[in-house]
């Protein structure tokens, strides 16, 4: 392969823009995730409260550290970021949740918005590791084992 069509960490430039994009996909999909646990987090009620609000603190603050990885991973690639939520709102398969304050639903629509992004990053995944993009595939990986644990963790107390 020639030198000029690979971009400066030696990745097709076709193949790193293809991942840019999807990379972007899932940046905006995690914002309004981050966004909605926010929200949960701030605004549980009940007999839940206490356990809810710390599992809600730790998820948004692990998906924050999150879109950072996943911001400077475009940038490596060699591509912007998006950083506008009018952006992340066209795109994002994730909604906005507005008012919700009891436990069973803020569990069940953060498990169906894992679900969501479980699959976008198995997707990326895949894409990466036929780019020979290990940046991408190791950073999915980190992330799918780590939010297949609370995915566990959820759906346990979802069950109770």
């Known amino acids: 392969m020639a030198t000029s069509k690979l971009n400066q960490i030696g990745i097709d430039n ?17 914002h309004i995730f981050y966004q909605n646990l926010r929200g949960f987090h701030w605004n549980i009620r009940g007999n ?3 356990t809810l609000h710390v599992k809600f603190e730790e998820i948004y603050r692990q998906s924050i550290e999150d879109i ?17 939520y009018s952006d992340y709102l066209k795109i994002s398969k994730i909604k906005e949740m507005k008012d919700v304050a009891d436990a069973r639903t803020t569990v069940k629509d953060t498990l169906a918005n894992f679900t969501i992004i479980l699959i ?3 997707e990326l995944l895949k894409q990466a590791n036929e780019a020979n993009d ?8 980190d992330f799918i084992q780590a939010q297949e644990k609370v995915v566990w ?3 346990s107390w979802s069950s109770k």
């Open 48 to 50: 839940d409260f206490f």
């Open 14 to 30: 076709e193949k790193a823009q293809a991942l840019a994009k999807k990379l972007n996909d899932l940046l905006a999909n995690y």
């Open 134 to 141: 290990d940046g991408s595939s190791n950073m999915m990986s």
């Open 68 to 84: 950072d990885e996943i911001a400077e991973r475009i940038r490596t690639l060699g591509y912007v970021p998006m950083h506008a």
């Open 153 to 155: 963790m959820l759906s």
């Open 120 to 122: 976008k990053e198995r």
